[in-house]
């Protein structure tokens, strides 16, 4: 009798016999799960639960009508997208700000944690690499706050070119259009590089230095050692970094853009961040404000997948 159960159903022990084991080790682990439980709950409220939210890209949200009664559109919001020349012009001046971010922001850790490398003396590196870090820990409110105290019309900067280089008109630095990319740029520079650079530092500990005690008995220089050897090594890094970036091309940071934000500006300073926070929340349009949303994402999962086959393809390891 137990040969022809067996024989029936000879899945049955062994699927009883693997719960009986999952069981045994959540069990037997049961206060690492619930270390893992706070950032699971996170994840689970603040990343997949608002992702229902999506649905709205495809209807023509009412809130008389609610969340279920509204009806569907298909893709009429996202037609939207690229009939509107306003748009188009958002999406200009994202990829132009993010761009300009990726050519100047994301080589600069890199650059700050080569020269954070080349410093001998362990005490002067970690005074250094202190400094570097405060930034990162300041809002984007404290560092847009300061940047108007300096450069205003009144602020300390007008003031040294009066007084110091005889300057007589006022510069409006942040009422002028021509500074405000450039703007956007050296702050994330100054409050993200030292940051950015600890990945980097990371991948530096595990260069062997014997490389570099070769390097010098063939007779090159620090320049030398840096191109044949520093970067070399931290070459993958940088392919996973700049892969990671990419997925962001389309986000440029809503604050930051926000706070400096004003009519003299606006044409070229409003981003999908800020379009979707004036479309969604001061002109109440949800579906539409959602649609570009959605397509912000699935421009950077697309640039994301694209960026890592190419770095398989020409042998680097990917993100995945």
Known sequence: METVISEVNPSAPVKKSAWKRIRTRMWRD?????????????????RYLPMLGISLAFKEY???????ESPWVGFAN???????PEVIQVIWNTLTISFLQ??????????????????ANPLLKRGLQSIVYMPHFLSW???????????????LINDVLREWFGLQQTIPFLTEPDYFRAFLVLEVIWKEAGWGTIIFLAALAGVNPALYEAAVMDGAGRFRQIWHITLPA????????????????????????FLQLNAFNMHIGNTLDT????????????SFSTA????????????????????KRFGEQGVY
Do not use: C, H, W
């Not at 009412?62 to 279920?68: E, L, N």
């Open 141 to 155: 409110v404290v560092v847009v706050g300061i940047v108007t105290i300096f450069f205003r019309n009144e602020g």
């Open 78 to 84: 996202f037609a939207r997208i690229f009939e509107s």
């Open 275 to 286: 379009f979707v926070y004036y479309k969604g929340i001061q002109q109440s349009d949800y």
């Open 102 to 119: 990726i050519a100047f922001a994301f080589p600069a850790p890199i650059i700050l944690a080569i020269m954070l490398n080349e410093v």
């Open 292 to 311: 570009v949303g959605v397509f912000k994402g699935l421009v950077g999962l697309v640039l994301v997948i694209t960026a890592n086959k190419l770095s």
């Open 234 to 257: 931290i070459r993958s890094t940088i392919i996973i970094m700049l892969i990671i970036r990419l997925g962001d091309v389309l986000e440029v940071g809503f604050e930051q853009v």
């Open 30 to 46: 049961r206060y690492l799960y619930l270390l893992l439980l706070p950032g699971l709950l996170y994840f689970i409220v603040y």
């Open 62 to 68: 009412s809130p008389f009508r609610g969340f279920a």
